[in-house]
Structures are given as structure tokens and as C-alpha cells.
């Protein structure tokens, strides 16, 4: 079939997409591999699944009626109810009619002489576009990790990602978890309720701290609601569009009394202030983040009883917040039940997985069996350009962007590449992570205005330049030097072992503040987009 715009995947960037270039009365399509919209909250139904931002800051902004009509129901949204909203706004845009579910994009061809892309489908069906927008996601293609007999294990298994819709009744059951970020922590802290055992294969520990969630009743969301404006104009205003922003002060521009009250003030408090809410200098000063560690370790070694075991889940590779940090209800007291194991995989590393479970051994233990009935793979993804790579995207000469990208990522604002005309990115390399609908709303109101832009003046044809990608390249680089994110392995760093060739340090992420992103954008917005070659 023939569109105007085919968009990828229909999450939360492809459902605000679709509604925006429907209004430009432009024919736009979404090709979503899933049953269902949702995306990111369709796939990740594991037990435990929410959000870490607080749910009245996440919700889309665009739309007053939306706002009017969706209650949320707890401060950090469980999955279930955010997948309910996400049906919610498709229901209520009418967005089903221009979706096709279960139908996953294999290839995207630039075709110069047409000036159009050739999208081609799993079930080997073309369609074609003059723009295509991927809405991919940065974290959408899960990875398993390589273990020796992983396909022999006769029990239930699967990745976090990938959890079978009908919900999984633990209880009873011998359950192992891999993995301990993020998705693992949630994951952990929910099945430790009801699994008759709990074992926890923990290769890096992170660094975690308390989410603090609780209910919304009716009266509150009363009261919310009418703040809308101020929340959503607090979010604009701050470095990553979270609630929380940054404490002005340096760490120890402060007595101890008052950085240890501090301290104390953001480990008792909802969400990431403890992240994003800190002194200045936690993620860029070494003292500052020692200090730091060292405070949270201290609540680890409070909260957890056996002093050993705390040790374990102390991190001794990276400093707190220089990865994701995992926000957690009672993480570290699971530790204390009496059916729960933290297995240490540096220690004794997984040798197989077997018919009926995990063996352990290493070099200085003997080898140990556990035997599981469900074995969890909380294992990550191959991030922010791993989505990307699924697809066969060529651009016009024919290089593949996978190819391309070898190296690291280039982009021209995170939005675009050369050499692939008419393809922009939504929530793409390069762009500002942070809470991330707030990064999307204004990432599609941005492409929308190019395309609206071309099609008011007759363009069919919009690239970014090689010196516009080679600027903005530099730029993320140059502000990623200083950070000390940007010395430790994680997704955020590209790092994921369990892929072939993701064994380097990238700079993927823009780790600028979102208003400076948006000011460089409006720019060129305002310029008449004579920064890309348009015709
Ligand atoms: P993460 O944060 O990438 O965590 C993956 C976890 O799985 C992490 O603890 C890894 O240990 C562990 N892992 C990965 N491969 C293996 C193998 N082969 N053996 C043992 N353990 C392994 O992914 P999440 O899904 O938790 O979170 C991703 C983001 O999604 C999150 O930050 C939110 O923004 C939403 P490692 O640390 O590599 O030693």
C-alpha cells in the first residue's frame, strides 16, 4: 500500500506520531509487531513491572481531554494500568483504524528515484512511504544471555521482556531470577512474595534506592488534576524533564550535618530525587560521589541483615547514579526471608542451564545444582541502537545503517542520519533520554513541524547535511567527557556482552539538559530548517 508516512511501532512515540500527522491530514501508518499499542508497557508485563517517574508527570500533555478523563491510581503507575491507559488514548483518538498489529518491519529501502521508502514486512508485504518514522523505542530488543543449555530447561523460562500475557502464579514455586537491574529489582521484590523459593544470580550489583509509591485516592487526583500546568511546566523546566532537579549546591559546599540530612531527606522521598535531585556534582565529582556511595551503602548494610549478603549487594565498580539506579519497595529486606538466595555469579558463575535448573561452579567451589521450576531472565537489552539494527535500514547508497553505525552512532540532533532522507528518529541515539514521554511529546511536535514545513512548500525530499551530523556528533560527545557514567558499562554505555560487537564504550545518549536540546532544535525550527538540504 501506499502512505504519505509509515511509522514503526505503536508506543508511545508511534501513537502521538500517528495523531499528529493525521491532523496534518497527511495518510500516516503504523506497522506495530505487537497484538496491541503499548509498546515498552505491551511487552514488559513481568510481575512488578511500573513506572520510576511519578505517573502524573508521564502521561501524555497534548491533549486537555485526556488529562480530564484518565485517573491515575498509584503515584508510580503499575504496568497493567499504564497498558490501560495507553488502550485509553488509542480508543479515544481513534487510532486502531491506521495500525497493523502483528506486523513486524523487516526492511525500510530508500528508493531515490521515487523518492519514497519501500517498507517490507515479516509476511514479505511491501509498503510504501515518503516519510518513515521509526518509533522503535531505545529499549525494545531484549537480549538472552549466552549460556550453555539454555534451550534445555524443561520448566517455564523466559525474558522479562517477553512474559506470557496471563499472569504467572508463583506461589509454590522454586523461581530463579538473572539479572539484577532495573527489571530485575522489580521483578525480584514481587515474586519474593508468594515463590515457596526465591535464588537471585547476581553478576553486577547497582545501586538502588527507595521508590516510596503509594495510592492516589479519587481526592487527590482531584487535587492533581488541576495542576496539570505547573507539573508539566516544572518537567519543561528541569535538566531531564523528571520532577526533580538538581540541588545547586556542590557536596561539600555544605556542612555534614546538612549533606547527611539532605541525604536523608531524598532516601525518604518518592521517586528519583535521590538521582536526579542531589547535589551538582555527584555524577561528574569523585569525592562527591564516594560520599554518596558511602551513605547508601550504609542504608544497605541497615536494611539488610546478614552482613555478607550485604556486602554482596554493595556495588564496588561504579559509583551510585553512574548507572540506571533501579528504584525498589522493600529490594534489600528480601534478602532477610528465610526462602531467598543471592547467588553471586563472579563468584560462582553459571556453568549451564540444565533440564531442571542452573549449575553453578568456578574454579574454587565445587559445582552445585538448583533446581528450578521457573527460571526469569531479567537480562536487559541491546539498547538504544539494538532496535535499530533488527531492521534492515538502507539508506540512499545503499549502506545499511547498521553498517554505518559501527563505530558508535552519528546523528544531526538525534533525529536524523545521512544518506537516509525522509527517515526521522523518535527517541533516537543522541536525543535526551530522562522521562521520556516528555522527550517524545517534543521530539514528534518537531518532526511534525519539518514535515509540514515540506509539504507547505512542495518538498519531497529533506535531508540533515554531513557537517550538521559531524557537529552534532562532536557536541554529544564532547558533553558526555567529564561524566562518570561515561566510564562505567551499562546499556547507557552501550555495553551489552551478550551481543556481538556491543563490547566497546559508545557515546549514545545526549547527557545535556532537555531545554538545551529543545533550544538547539527550535533553532533550527525557527531558521526554516535551512540547516537540512531540503527540495
Ligand atoms: P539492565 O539494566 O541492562 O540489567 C541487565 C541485568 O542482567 C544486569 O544485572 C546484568 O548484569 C545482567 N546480565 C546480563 N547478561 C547476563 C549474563 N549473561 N549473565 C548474568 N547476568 C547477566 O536491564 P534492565 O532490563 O534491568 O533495565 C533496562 C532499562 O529498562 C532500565 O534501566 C530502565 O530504564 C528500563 P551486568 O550488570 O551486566 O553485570
Redesign the pocket.
Known amino acids: 500500500m501506499q502512505f504519505d508516512a509509515i511509522i514503526i511501532g505503536a508506543g508511545i512515540s508511534g501513537l502521538y506520531q500517528l495523531h499528529c500527522l493525521r491532523k496534518l491530514g497527511l495518510k500516516a501508518h503504523i506497522f506495530e509487531s505487537g497484538t496491541g499499542v503499548g509498546g515498552t508497557w505491551y511487552w514488559n508485563r513481568y510481575p512488578g513491572a511500573r513506572f520510576d517517574s511519578e505517573s502524573y508527570s508521564y502521561g501524555y500533555s497534548f491533549s486537555q481531554e485526556l488529562l480530564d478523563e484518565w485517573d491515575w491510581t498509584e503515584h508510580f503507575s503499575p504496568q497493567p494500568k499504564t497498558l490501560e491507559y495507553l488502550n485509553f488514548v488509542a480508543d479515544k483518538l481513534d487510532l486502531r483504524r491506521d495500525i497493523t498489529f502483528s506486523a513486524r518491519v523487516t526492511a525500510a529501502h530508500w528508493q531515490e528515484a521515487t523518492r519514497d521508502w519501500h517498507v517490507t514486512l515479516e509476511d514479505g508485504s511491501r509498503h510504501d512511504a515518503r516519510f518513515l518514522i521509526t518509533a522503535i523505542g531505545p529499549?525494545s530488543a531484549p537480549?538472552m544471555?549466552?549460556?550453555e543449555g539454555i534451550d534445555s530447561f524443561r520448566g517455564l523460562s523466559c525474558h522479562?521482556?517477553r512474559f506470557p500475557k496471563e499472569p504467572i502464579d508463583f506461589t509454590g514455586k522454586r523461581v530463579a531470577v538473572?539479572?539484577?537491574?532495573?527489571?530485575?529489582?522489580q521483578t525480584i521484590q514481587e515474586v519474593a512474595k508468594t515463590a515457596r523459593t526465591l535464588t537471585i544470580?547476581?553478576?553486577?550489583p547497582?545501586w538502588c534506592a527507595p521508590l516510596h509509591n503509594g495510592p492516589i485516592t479519587k481526592q487527590e487526583m482531584a487535587e492533581i488534576r488541576p495542576r496539570y500546568p505547573e507539573i508539566f511546566a516544572r518537567c519543561q523546566e528541569t535538566f531531564s524533564c523528571f520532577l526533580h532537579s538538581p540541588d545547586p549546591r556542590g557536596t561539600f559546599e555544605v556542612t555534614q550535618e546538612e549533606r547527611e540530612a539532605k541525604w536523608e531527606q531524598l532516601y525518604g522521598s518518592k521517586g528519583f530525587g535521590m538521582w536526579q535531585g542531589n547535589f551538582r556534582d555527584i555524577l561528574t565529582d569523585r569525592k562527591a560521589n564516594a560520599a554518596l556511595s558511602d551513605f547508601v551503602a550504609r542504608k544497605i548494610r541497615q536494611r539488610v541483615k546478614d552482613q555478607a549478603t550485604a556486602t554482596r549487594l554493595i556495588p564496588t565498580n561504579h559509583g551510585f547514579g553512574t548507572?540506571?539506579v533501579?528504584l525498589e519497595t522493600r529490594y534489600y529486606e528480601v534478602y532477610n526471608q528465610p526462602n531467598v538466595r543471592l547467588v553471586d555469579?563472579k563468584q560462582t558463575p553459571?556453568e549451564r542451564i540444565t533440564e531442571n535448573g542452573i549449575r553453578v561452579g568456578g574454579l574454587k567451589t565445587t559445582a552445585e545444582q538448583f533446581d528450578f521450576d521457573i527460571i526469569i531472565y531479567?537480562?536487559?537489552?541491546d539498547?538504544i541502537t539494538g532496535s535499530f539494527d533488527r531492521i534492515d535500514l538502507r539508506g540512499a547508497d545503499g549502506l545499511r545503517l547498521k553498517d554505518k553505525w559501527k563505530g558508535g552512532p552519528q546523528t544531526w540532533l538525534g533525529v536524523q542520519v545521512e544518506g537516509f532522507p525522509n527517515m526521522f528518529m523518535v527517541m533516537g541515539p543522541h536525543t535526551a533520554l530522562g522521562n521520556i514521554p516528555r522527550s517524545i511529546e517534543y521530539n514528534v511536535d518537531w518532526v511534525t513541524g519539518v514535515i509540514r514545513h515540506m509539504r507547505d512548500h512542495g518538498l519531497t525530499r529533506g535531508e540533515c547535511t554531513p557537517a550538521g551530523v559531524q557537529d552534532w556528533t562532536d557536541h554529544v560527545k564532547a558533553l558526555g567527557e567529564g561524566l562518570l557514567s561515561n566510564e562505567v558499562?551499562?546499556?547507557m554505555t552501550g555495553i551489552?556482552?551478550?551481543v556481538e560487537g556491543k563490547t566497546e564504550r559508545i557515546v549514545a545518549r545526549y547527557s545535556g539538559s532537555a531545554p538545551a536540546y529543545r533550544a538547539r532544535c527550535d533553532a533550527v525550527a525557527e531558521g526554516g530548517y535551512r540547516e537540512m538540504r531540503l527540495a
Open positions: 529499549l537480549t544471555p549466552k549460556i522479562t521482556a538473572i539479572g539484577t537491574g532495573a527489571t530485575g529489582v544470580f547476581q553478576r553486577t547497582n548507572r540506571r533501579p555469579i553459571i531479567a537480562t536487559g537489552f539498547a558499562d551499562s546499556w551489552n556482552r551478550n
